[in-house]
């Protein structure tokens, strides 16, 4: 049984994956996980494979959701996707994005992307 907050997490992660097919990108994967990283979402925009944090704030309390991606997390994602690139042989470009997206009550989300957002 999922809680409340992984339940959000996972209808912001549906979003941010309607959000980008509907850009042209194909999903190859989603919540990839390698040790103790995780990736919500590996997808590719022609010859660019890209690696998206998604995260998802229904205030702004704790500020927007786009700055809580952490050094720290980062460095998580970066080491996640370094073992998917080994795993799947990627010879290419990457990047690593984030999907930002604001519930705030009566609005339809606001969904922001910020392509290179760190490495």
């Known amino acids: 049984m999922k809680t409340p907050q992984q339940k959000k997490g996972k209808y912001g992660e549906n979003l941010a994956a309607a959000f980008m097919q509907n850009k042209g990108y194909t999903l190859l994967e989603r919540n990839y996980r390698y040790k103790r990283g995780e990736i ?13 944090e998604v995260k998802l704030r229904s205030s702004d309390n704790f500020g927007l959701p786009e700055e809580s991606v952490s050094e720290n997390q980062q460095n998580l994602i970066i080491q996640t996707a370094e073992q998917y690139i080994e795993e799947i042989d990627w010879e290419s470009d990457i990047r690593f994005d984030i999907v930002a997206i604001e519930l705030k009550s009566h609005q339809s989300p606001q969904i922001t992307y910020f392509e290179d957002a760190f490495y």
């Open 40 to 52: 919500d979402i590996i997808a590719q925009t022609g010859d660019v494979l890209v690696f998206v």
